[in-house]
């Protein structure tokens, strides 16, 4: 699935997480951007 940063648009592969997060594939800290808030764009 494909998530995208909230806040520059950024497009990653991502994880959903148990409690609904989504969470970059090898990006942990976040986005390139700084920001860690993320929006599905694929399931």
Known sequence: M???CREC?????AWIL????VEPI?????C???AS???T???
């Open 2 to 4: 494909a998530g995208r």
């Open 9 to 13: 648009g950024a497009v990653y592969s």
């Open 18 to 21: 148990a409690d609904g997060t």
């Open 26 to 30: 090898g990006k942990k800290g976040g």
């Open 32 to 34: 390139r951007c700084g």
């Open 37 to 39: 808030n993320f929006e």
């Open 41 to 43: 764009l694929s399931q």
